[in-house]
């Protein structure tokens, strides 16, 4: 058990041999609450964040309404303020109850062969959404920026394993993690960036990048003159990762890809433009959205902000201050690990927000609110009365550390047993079939209050845009011409024809 003192039960240990005194620092690439004067990991303070980044607290309006809109009981990771913070998530509600779907975006940084438990939470969120609005889903898997940075911090040395081939074997492990945490193949589209671009998602690539500034990316993301140009590069393929129109295929249309180019795909599709994004993610990603946010509108196509909402940090197995790494072992639980290694995890490194004895405990209760693994029960325990009832408990010293250990260990073992056993089931063509562009298969809000019009009618339009019928029913004043013009030439194919036949006669 991690020490303490006595009035100040789970205060994280001294770390001043491996950092020092600094500010909290939290970007895409770098998650730190930063050290006290005497060199003390210091708690993320998240409500300044909130305030550095511009982004909204979730309120419990936004969960009246969101179970008002699904007829559901907010996801547990709501409830209890582990996503908690958004952009426009209201907007998204609108979206869908006026409109009846939007889409859902997230991503995974594949650094290693296996997943870790904070890796899990944001898509098992994402799978919740997924399921209660019956919408669908983009997953992108990061292979080329991990193989970016990884050789940056290498000084742009190449290490043994860090290849771009090592890269997207990772991506393809960590996808079928994804799949097994129960994601809808239907209506589920995961794909690596090495593997994937092209088409009209490079189109919105290329636009967007003309609209940022090497300023405004270094700014936003904290990167320096010494790092590589694919960095800066690399935040564009994010961004328009979350706009519909990069992915036409998915919703019935043409892409433009080699060598099964269709000329209906010369443009791109003003119809998938209008359709709203909502981002499920942690907080570090924050800055590439907000950048995707200022320019959203300023496209060809313009499209609607996306919106998001936003997630804690799954604290690492030492405490405050920090969120699991796939590059530490020692601080995070892998969804690879043993009964035994999950155990030895918890019993070894988790900290502890109880007291030097099991006596003081008793007499002094200790803090749930710091305690490793309570926090991880606060992330994966499905009842709120039970999860209460271990705090109040813990705090009145009635529940020892060793207790609450044993109770996380058991939560975290079986989580991770369930999973595996999914795994083994998921196979090379399970994943590919994950990975194959088609056309998604969901149905959404069944009674929007204003239904969009479908992507392309039975026969499709010329250039795969929607055709949207007039107030009068009558078609739009385009449809209208078009009609007249297949008309005219009907009829003069008709005079043709008839000409030919009097001929032969």
């Not at 993320?44 to 982004?55: A, H, K, M, P, S």
């Not at 988790?350 to 309570?374: C, I, K």
Request: some cysteine.
């Amino acid at each position: 058990m991690a020490s303490a003192t006595a009035s100040e039960p789970g205060v994280p240990p001294i770390a001043s041999q491996k950092i020092a005194a600094a500010a909290q620092a939290i970007d895409p690439y770098n998650v730190s609450g930063g050290t006290d004067e005497h060199g003390n990991a210091v708690a993320i303070d998240y409500d300044r964040l909130v305030q550095e980044f511009g982004t909204q607290l979730l309120t419990p309006d936004h969960l009246a309404r969101f179970e008002k809109v699904t007829g559901k009981p907010a996801h547990r990771l709501m409830r209890r303020g582990v996503f908690f913070s958004h952009r426009d998530f209201d907007k998204i509600l609108d979206a869908y109850e006026r409109d009846g779907t939007f889409m859902l975006y997230t991503g995974r940084g594949p650094s290693s062969g296996s997943m870790h438990l904070g890796h899990t939470v944001p898509f098992l969120f994402t799978k919740e959404l997924q399921e209660l609005f019956d919408v669908p889903l983009v997953i992108m898997m990061t292979d080329d920026e991990k193989y970016l940075h990884t050789r940056n911090k290498n000084e742009g040395r190449q290490k043994p394993g860090n290849t771009v081939e090592d890269f997207i074997a990772f991506a393809h492990e960590n996808i079928k993690d994804i799949i097994a945490l129960g994601f809808d193949p239907k209506k589920t589209f995961i794909y690596t960036d090495y593997e994937y671009l092209g088409g009209h998602f490079y189109r919105n690539v290329s636009e967007f990048e003309s609209m940022v500034t090497l300023s405004q990316s270094f700014g936003a993301m904290g990167f320096k003159m010494e790092y590589n140009i694919g960095l800066p590069a690399y935040g564009a393929k994010q961004c328009v990762a979350a706009f519909p129109s990069s992915y036409p295929e998915l919703f019935g249309l043409p892409d433009s890809r080699y060598p099964t180019w269709d000329p209906a795909a010369k443009m791109r599709h003003k119809s998938l433009s209008k359709i709203m994004t909502l981002i499920p993610c942690a907080i570090d990603q924050e800055p590439y959205f907000r950048i995707l946010r200022d320019r959203c509108e300023r496209m060809t196509d313009p499209h609607p902000k996306t919106a998001l909402i936003l997630s804690k940090f799954l604290t690492a197995l030492q405490g405050a201050g920090g969120k699991m790494s796939a590059s530490d072992a020692n601080s995070a639980i892998f969804m690879s690990d043993t009964p035994n290694q999950i155990k030895k995890k918890i019993n070894s490194h988790a900290f502890s927000g109880g007291r030097e004895t099991a006596e003081e405990q008793r007499e002094l209760g200790g803090n749930p609110d710091v305690d490793v693994a309570y926090t991880y029960l606060s992330y994966f325990l499905d009842s709120d009365e039970e999860l209460e009832a271990l705090a109040t408990r813990y705090r009145s010293g009635d529940l020892l550390t060793g207790e609450m250990k044993a109770k996380c260990i058991a939560e975290l073992q079986s989580f991770v047993a369930d999973f595996q056993k999914r795994r083994e089931s998921v196979t090379d063509e399970v994943m590919r079939s994950f990975m194959r562009p088609r056309k998604l298969e969901f149905k959404g809000n069944p009674n929007p209050t204003k239904p969009a019009a479908p992507a392309v009618e039975e026969g499709g339009a010329a250039n795969g845009e929607a055709k949207e019928g007039g107030k009068d029913g009558r078609g739009t004043k385009g449809e209208r011409k078009a009609a007249k013009l297949a008309e005219k030439k009907a009829e003069k194919e008709a005079e043709k024809l008839a000409l030919r036949q009097k001929a032969e006669a």
